[in-house]
């Protein structure tokens, strides 16, 4: 037998036809998934149709299932909803109608069926699929199909794709849309907030999600809502006083506003809808403030899809073309998605089981095993909300004093870290203090306390509000500890990039001669680069990747306009590459020049040629990204020109310099929900190693597990410790040596029409999802 590696991927496809549908509620990212899924089934030597208004085209046939084209992708990255049309059908849901599509499939040769919608759209392909064999006996029986005809598609494959803003699909982390949803409601929150402030008032926000309350939930810990009613855990029974309570109390610790969200689905505990007029009407009643709703309906759905989006809808359009490629008629039905940063595919059926027992469990009053099969990382937004919102400042304090500083360039979400870890440490009785402008302000004495009040409304700000600078501790440890000492501190939290990394790798080695530098100490990272060892993500990545993109976006209009246009776009990142070639994917780059994938003139001269190939096509326009220190010779002034002299006669080059804006700007939903969970994080398990290192009326910790990175890796946050790590960095190029993002680069290529191989080797394999979910009960 031989090796999986040894297949080509571009014959892969030979002789098989996919179709491509779109059904269901629409959701922004679903072009990138379409996009994605045409492109790889092309690559891969297999013909691709469209499939036009969903489940309605398949039945109806004719011009509604078209062939597709490299070129009819294009510029459908940016575009929200989907472009083939989406359409809620009663006669699909008829066997008859099932008849007819099936009949349609065979004549034009598609055993291989791509759906991008919500459970209901993807049930009812696993249906057509298992009736399949009768289908056809129908229609053989009938005279519509001939026996030949039958035999040649004995075998319908279908793979899924979740699409839904509600995020509301068991064994998914994210659904294609859940993250531009969420970016449409914070642009919203971010508006009201500044209108309420100046009225001082109280505003109840009604967002989607009728039968989940993860946008609902995300949304209120983005913001720092007062309040969230979700439908997977109402309120206690008398949630009317607590609520009251609790908004009386905000405006008592001085905030000129409060912030209620209701999913449309919330009920009490009795099933009853709480509405939010019903909640409007409460406040006024009771309280007398000044108080308005806001119903964001149709505009969730709506605007351009985010960067993370559009990469999940790209990853999620290969992995779905590789499954189908590679099913059998043993497969069964699966759906392709996202764990962590892991593409996993997962049997639809189990997924589709799994979200209807979150039905049963609410209906039969079950909550807390409903947001336990909601999975985990609803688990843990919801424990983080309760953490933050529902807990009173003890009357007890602890005598521990925890100070938190910013290290190395600002990255929009460390505020929110700096609030949550703030917040957090005061619930656990800490006193907490704040050290401005980094090791700097830690050596000069630059510290004071923080308080409840002193990081209210900080999440949405971007920047970093205690200041922040990129010097290193080395010269100055003498001063830090006797400031140490002074101050008290018993442990630090410092949020930052690879300076913050560096930085605390020095205090530790410190520790040899300065006994007070023998604390616990935690590094939350958090940089546009995200070059920080340890953890996958960094808090302000994905805000920078969102600007890049965006702006990417406004130069390939100006380019569509002009015609035979090649930008040269360089971002940030030092020498890491994730913003260049994720920006790449997220903009639909014709490549991305990077310091870790090293290119020579070679490379540069195929680029210009398949960018002249590129301009005798519809598509006459081009974008590169190049990272800022992918190459010390070839700079982005060579590549402007070698492209400009290489380009004569056939396209005119422009070049644009993101530079700074990529460190500014509101942070995205994501940086602020990864930054107040990294911060909660953080200071929970100081309080732990505070007491584990506390004797004789001293904190002392001088073990290499005390002094930690806590980040994101694959699927869980993870505590290393500073010394582990550094075997895994390479501290020349600041970057860490193993990079998880590195492996998308083939996608990239492929999609811009390169010839090069896919290694096929690293499926992903069927995970199960309901004995998992068995073994995480027994495990809590």
Not at 183 to 199: F, G, K, P
Not at 604 to 624: D, F, P, S, Y
Request: glycine residues 10%; positive net charge.
């Amino acid at each position: 037998m031989t090796s999986p590696s040894a297949v080509d991927p571009t014959r892969m496809g030979e002789g098989k036809a996919i179709a491509v549908l779109t059904s269901g509620g629409d959701a922004q990212g679903m072009n990138a998934a379409v996009r994605a899924a045409v492109r790889v089934g092309i690559y891969c030597g297999a013909k691709v149709f469209f499939v036009h208004e969903g489940y309605q085209g398949l039945v109806d046939g004719g011009h509604n299932i078209r062939p597709a084209t490299w070129e009819s992708v294009s510029m459908m990255l940016q575009l929200g909803g989907t472009v083939i049309g989406s359409a809620r059908c009663q006669d699909f849901r008829a066997r008859e109608g099932r008849t007819k599509a099936a009949c349609n499939l065979v004549k034009l040769g598609i055993t291989n069926l791509c759906v991008i919608g919500g459970d209901g759209s993807l049930t009812g392909a696993n249906q057509f699929r298992s009736e399949w064999s009768e289908l056809l006996a129908d229609l053989v029986k009938t005279g519509k199909i001939t026996a030949e005809e039958a035999r040649r598609s004995s075998h319908l494959n279908i793979v899924g794709m979740v699409g839904s803003i509600d995020n509301d699909f068991c064994g998914t982390d994210m659904t294609i849309g859940t993250d531009s949803a969420l970016h449409r409601i914070m642009e919203v929150v971010d508006a009201i907030t500044t209108t309420a402030q100046s009225h001082q008032r109280t505003f109840v926000l009604e967002v989607m999600g009728r039968h989940c309350g993860y946008l609902a939930l995300v949304t209120a810990l983005a913001c720092g809502a007062d309040w969230v009613f979700i439908p997977e855990m109402p309120p206690e029974d008398n949630w009317e006083d607590h609520l009251c309570r609790r908004l009386s109390e905000t405006r008592g610790r001085g905030s000129r506003l409060n912030v209620i969200i209701v999913a449309e689905g919330a009920i009490d505990k009795n099933g009853k809808p709480i509405t939010s007029e019903c909640v409007k009407n409460l406040v006024v009643k009771r309280l007398g403030y000044d108080t308005r709703v806001t119903i964001l309906g149709h505009v969730q759905r709506g605007g351009t899809p985010s960067a993370f989006d559009r990469i999940l809808g790209s990853r999620m359009g290969v992995e779905s073309v590789m499954a189908l490629l590679e099913a059998t008629p043993d497969t069964p039905a699966c759906v392709v998605s996202l764990s962590g940063n892991q593409a996993v595919r997962l049997p639809l059926m189990e997924c589709v089981q799994v979200t209807k027992d979150v039905t049963r469990a609410m209906a039969e009053g079950r909550f807390e095993d409903a947001i336990k099969l909601r999975g985990r990382s609803f688990e843990n937004n919801w424990n983080t909300y309760k953490l933050l919102a529902h807990i009173r400042p003890p009357e007890g304090k602890s005598n521990f004093n925890i100070a938190i500083m910013n290290v190395g360039a600002p990255s929009a979400g460390m505020n929110a870290a700096v609030r949550s870890a703030v917040r957090i440490g005061i619930i656990q009785g800490h006193h907490m203090l704040a050290v401005h402008d980094g090791f700097e302000g830690l050596a000069t004495g630059q510290i004071e306390p923080i308080g409840w009040g002193g990081v209210g409304g900080w999440t949405g700000k971007g920047g970093s509000n205690l200041g922040t600078k990129r010097v290193l501790p080395g010269k100055t440890l003498e001063e830090i500890s006797l400031n140490i000492a002074k101050f008290n501190i018993h442990a630090l939290v410092i949020i930052g990039g690879f300076e913050a990394f560096s930085g605390g790798l020095e205090l530790v080695s410190g520790r040899e001669k300065y006994e007070e530098l023998c604390i616990p100490l935690v590094i939350i990272p958090a940089t546009v680069s995200n070059n920080v060892p340890g953890s996958d993500f960094s808090i302000g990545a994905d805000t920078a990747l969102n600007t890049i993109t965006n702006t990417c976006d406004r130069i390939k209009q100006s380019a569509a306009g002009t015609k035979r246009r090649v930008f040269l776009v360089e971002t940030m990142g030092g020498y890491c590459g994730y913003l260049a070639t994720m920006a790449g994917l997220a903009a639909g780059a014709d490549a991305a020049y990077i310091f870790e994938d090293p290119f020579t003139i070679h490379d540069l001269e195929t680029n210009v040629e398949h960018l002249v190939q590129k301009m005798k096509t519809t598509v006459k326009r081009g974008l590169i990204l190049r990272n800022e220190k992918c190459n010390s010779n070839y700079t982005t002034d060579f590549i402007f020109n070698l492209y400009s002299e290489e380009g004569k006669g056939t396209f005119d080059c422009r070049k644009n310099v993101l530079g700074h804006m990529q460190q500014g700007g509101t942070p995205t939903p994501f940086d602020r929900n990864f930054g107040t969970k990294l911060g909660a994080r953080s200071v929970l398990w100081l309080t732990d190693k505070l007491k584990e290192c506390y004797r004789h009326g001293r904190v002392f910790a001088n073990t290499p597990d005390s002094a930690c990175v806590l980040g994101m890796r694959k699927r869980a946050l993870l505590f290393q410790p500073l010394a582990e790590l550094k075997e895994q960095t390479d501290f020349e190029h600041r970057i860490p040596k193993e990079q998880w993002w590195l492996k998308l680069r083939p996608i990239l290529k492929i999609l811009a029409k390169y010839q090069i191989t896919l290694d096929t080797s690293e499926k992903a394999h069927l995970e199960h999802v309901i004995r998992k979910r068995g073994v995480v009960e027994k495990g809590q």
